[in-house]
């Protein structure tokens, strides 16, 4: 989710997706293969052939998505270099208690260290975040988000910024959102902490569950 070119690369090589993360596998391959000079049919063909390869069944508009990703005038993010500090870790341990709420403090400071723009704020898809640092949905929506902004870690964006990649349509497309955040606190890609080949778990592992962390416990820089 940080690095896309690599997240591109692990769909084409096969990952396992859930049905719900398979939207956003096809919109990213078909930003991939339009950004490599496909045509329009030229992508679609590519991704059939990645969906049937990979048992990956789409019930959901094709065309409609690689409409999407040729609008998009951005090029996937590569070889992303991110880094976590102790400062950054010790911000999140005074504030939450909560094993899901300090993950998925993480993984937006994550994704804020590479998407925000110069007034902090970012758009992001929670069903995308979900699948990424594994969190569900509708608990990311109802209780951990929530409790963010309480703290003020995290501020929520009016909705009417919201954008949508394409209307819902009853059979074949499903809506999918970003919503629009800002975070609220220092964003220094510097730290001992390194994200790998957007191994997330592996960086939440490294950083919470190698090392004991609490109110009572802080590690300095």
């Known amino acids: ?25 096809a919109y990213m391959i078909a ?26 069944f789409l019930k959901y508009n094709v065309n409609d998505i690689i409409e999407s990703a040729r609008n998009c005038d951005d090029r996937l993010k590569d070889n992303v270099t991110l880094y976590i500090s102790e400062t950054d870790v010790n911000r999140i341990v005074t504030l ?6 300090r993950k998925l403090a993480l993984a ?12 902090k704020e970012f758009d992001v898809s929670l069903s995308a975040l979900s699948e990424w640092c594994g969190v569900t949905r509708a608990h990311i929506s109802h209780t951990y988000l929530p409790e963010l902004v309480k703290l003020g870690y995290i501020t929520k964006i009016d909705p ?17 959102a970003q919503t ?42």
């Open 180 to 221: 629009r955040l800002r975070i609220e606190v220092p964003l220094y890609n510097a730290g001992k902490f390194q994200l790998i080949h957007n191994d997330f778990k592996k960086l939440h592992s490294e950083i919470f569950e190698k090392t004991q962390r609490n109110r009572f416990y802080i590690e300095e820089d």
């Open 31 to 56: 930003r991939w293969y339009t950004q490599e000079g496909c045509t329009f049919r030229e992508t679609r063909d590519k991704i059939f052939e990645w969906a049937k390869r990979t048992d990956n």
């Open 96 to 101: 939450f208690d909560g094993k899901n709420t």
């Open 108 to 119: 937006l400071l994550c994704y804020a260290k590479v998407y925000a723009n110069k007034n």
């Open 1 to 25: 989710m940080i690095d896309e070119v690599y997240e591109v690369k692990e769909y084409l090589d096969g990952k396992k997706i859930t049905e719900r993360g398979r939207y956003r596998a």
């Open 160 to 176: 009417s910024a919201t954008t949508v990649w394409h209307r819902a349509k009853k059979t074949t497309t499903s809506k999918y």
